[in-house]
């Protein structure tokens, strides 16, 4: 996994294993990689691996069983996208809306350019 620099690593895990729920690569009950296997996986600091799980556990996206480890919670889904849609409508919609009135463009193209998208990867 490559990281930005304009935002926290532990975030950016707490991306990938949101996007990993999305995608239901991971569903409700499935265990999530332990601390280690993860951190050996993204090769970062297990306390940076860590700080995320306590972050997930903080928004009821992930829950722990004592002695078995990490696990996806009954709410996984619906707290993923709350979180995703807030973060996004917050921070990633009004730098795309500036671009677009910046540089003229029309939302028929980006709509196009959209449908496009999801065609190539969904």
Known sequence: MEFRDNQAIYLQIAEYICERILLNQWTIGDKVPSVRELAVQLE???????????????????FTKRGMGYFVSEEAKEK???????????????????????????????KEKYEAFKTANF
């Open 44 to 62: 970062v600091n297990p306390n940076t691996v860590m700080r995320t799980f306590d972050f997930l556990q903080q928004k009821e996206i992930i």
């Open 80 to 110: 993923v996208l709350a979180f995703r849609k807030e973060e996004f409508l917050g921070n990633e919609l009004p730098v795309f809306f500036k671009n677009v009135h910046l540089l003229g463009l029309d939302f028929d193209i980006i």
